[in-house]
């Protein structure tokens, strides 16, 4: 997670909402698991899309994986 933080610029939830995102889990998956609400966990998404310049989980994903192999 510090990785994904630091090297992208998110907040510490962010990220995690992020890792979970790139492990393929739905934002109901990502809610129970963090324990926030679906609509907090797209506020989220939101942010991170807006930080990583993307417009799509999958392209968001593909982001986290290549700075979580590196």
């Known amino acids: 997670l510090q990785r994904l933080s630091g090297a992208l610029g998110l907040t510490q939830r962010e990220a995690e909402v992020l890792l ?13 698991v963090l324990q926030i609400s679906p ?12 930080k990583l310049g993307v417009e799509t989980r999958s392209a968001a994903a593909a982001i986290a994986i290549r700075v979580i192999e590196q």
């Open 20 to 32: 979970w995102v790139s492990y393929g889990k739905s934002s109901g998956d990502i809610s129970d």
């Open 39 to 50: 609509r907090t966990v797209q506020k989220h998404l939101e942010h991170v899309y807006e």
